[in-house]
Structure formats: C-alpha cells, structure tokens
C-alpha cells in the first residue's frame, strides 16, 4: 500500500516533470525523491515515469496513479477537515424538542442563528409537553429539550439547565366573562375560585402544574376542572370557546387571540420559566456549540 506521503511525492514529481523542481517543492533533496519514485514503481510493479537523462512523460500506469493519488490526497484532505469540524460541533446532527408556547417566541431565533454559524448539523425537531421531553432526554432520544420549569421531581441529577426566558403565568377569561370588563387591572386569584377551569394534566408538566395548584391553593381554592388539553395553545382556545377560565404564560398577551382577555395576577405572581435542559453527561460536540451560541445571544 502507498501512504499519502510517497503520493505526495509523485504528485510534485508529476506536476513538474521535474525531481529537482519537486525536491525544491517538497523541501528535500533530490536523490531521496529520485529514490522514493523508483521505489514505488517497484512496490507497484510498473513503471510510472519515462525518461532517459530527465524525465519525458507519464506512462500510462502514471496517468492512472496522477488521477487516483488527486483523488485520493483529497479525500484524506476532506476527512480532516470534517473530523476537526465534528469536534468543533459544526457537522454532525442535534435532535431538539420544545413546548408549544416556545414555537414563536424562542424556537425561529434560537434555531435560526444556530443554522446560519452551522448549516451542515442536521436538526430535528419534536413538539412535546415538558415531561415527554425529559423522559426522551433520559432515554436518549431528544439531545436538547426546550421545557417548562421546574423539572419533574428527582431529574435534576441527571438534567443539566439553563433558563432562557422569565415570565409570569396571567388569567385568560372568556372575553364576555363578567371579569374581563376591565383588562388591564390586575385581577385577585381568588375570583376564579367558582369558576370553571381548563387545565393541563400533572403528567405533561408535573412542575408547573404544582405551582398552579399551590397558587390556587394560597388563595384559598381548588380548582374546579371542567376540561384538559395538553398544549397552552389549546387551553387558550378552549377559553376563548367560553368553556372556562385558565392560567397562562403572559406570552399570549402578544398573540392576537379573539375573544380573550388577559389579566395580571394580583396578589401573588406565579412564575413562568423556559428552559434549555440536556443530559449532563452529553459530551456531544454539536450540543456544546449549541449551547455556547444560546449563551453568547
């Protein structure tokens, strides 16, 4: 086998038509390169060169070996090159989950500015509520989860975070709801306490359903469930229906729904936290430049 060392060689011996212009192109002298030529046509078996006091032409198995050692020379060139991008996190593929309510506030520019410093990671992308995201995370099946905090009870061990947007949850109410007459006051929990609820189920979001029912619990109330959905798009939608009331991210404040009315807690904010959350024995190299460019925005 001929290492790219002796293709090297013959390259500059080839391209120049010359040992002593390839010698001076190679940084050696002459009589090693005139040495190493006629070795490689005895490992091959052929002659690669015609000369008689300088060389004349390539023969035929000359021109063959020319093309291949290009070929060849390129390709380890190009393997390098990809090898030290992979460990620089530029190639390589990331699979991302993330919450409904981060599609149009955190997702377009947190994907966005990565795609555009590193077009050749493939991306996948996965909807999911906060705790089909951790379980895939546990499980290796996301690489990145955009979630909800806090995270499920005894993860965090296994779950490294970092918070990305703070916020507070706000009332959604039906907008002929006798309390929405007055959007921009902000409105007591506890007036909700009659009032049908929409709610997520514990299971998709175990933290911040927790918190929602320690606030409800604060202002002296449980909530009364009239129905469930999943994502927070739906729950807003469920109310602008008028089959209830519900605790939203203020995010929704900006999306233009119909017939709803928003209003700020009163008495006690109830936060509302997205995170980056990732598996902290994650050594992948594409994660980490992920992270670094979220951390540099």
Do not use: K
Request: aromatic content about 4%.
């Amino acid at each position: 086998m001929l290492n790219l060392r002796q293709l090297q060689q013959f390259l500059a011996v080839a391209d120049t038509m010359s040992f002593r212009q390839a010698a001076d192109r190679l940084n050696m002298a002459q009589p090693p390169l005139t040495a190493a030529i006629r070795q490689m046509e005895e490992q091959l078996g052929v002659r690669l060169f015609e000369r008689t006091n300088r060389i004349t032409r390539l023969t035929a198995a000359g021109e063959v070996l020319r093309d291949e050692a290009r070929r060849t020379i390129a390709q380890a060139e190009r393997t390098v090159t990809l090898t030290r991008r992979a460990g620089a996190g530029l190639v390589g593929s990331l699979r991302i989950g993330f919450v409904a309510t981060a599609v149009r506030h955190i997702v377009p520019g947190l994907i966005a500015d990565f795609h555009e410093t590193h077009p050749d990671v493939a991306l996948e992308l996965m909807e999911a509520p906060t705790a089909r995201q951790i379980t895939a995370l546990l499980e290796d099946r996301l690489d990145l989860a955009i979630v909800a905090l806090p995270l499920p009870e005894g993860t965090e061990q296994h779950i490294a975070t970092r918070t990305i947007l703070r916020s507070e949850l706000v009332m959604a109410l039906p907008s002929l709801h006798a309390l929405a007459a007055e959007p921009d006051a902000p409105l007591q929990l506890a007036a909700l306490a009659n009032e049908p609820w929409i709610l997520f189920p514990a299971s998709e979001g175990p933290g911040l359903h927790d918190r929602v029912m320690r606030a409800c619990a604060s202002a002296g109330f449980v909530p009364q469930v009239a129905q469930r959905a999943v994502q927070m798009e739906t729950i807003v939608g469920l109310v602008a229906a008028g089959l209830g009331v519900a605790l939203v991210p203020e995010l929704f404040r900006t999306t233009g729904w119909d017939n709803v009315v928003f209003r700020t807690i009163g008495d006690a904010a109830v936060p509302y936290e997205v995170a980056l959350a990732w598996r902290r024995n994650d050594s992948s190299p594409a994660l980490a430049a992920l992270l670094a460019s979220n951390s540099a925005r």
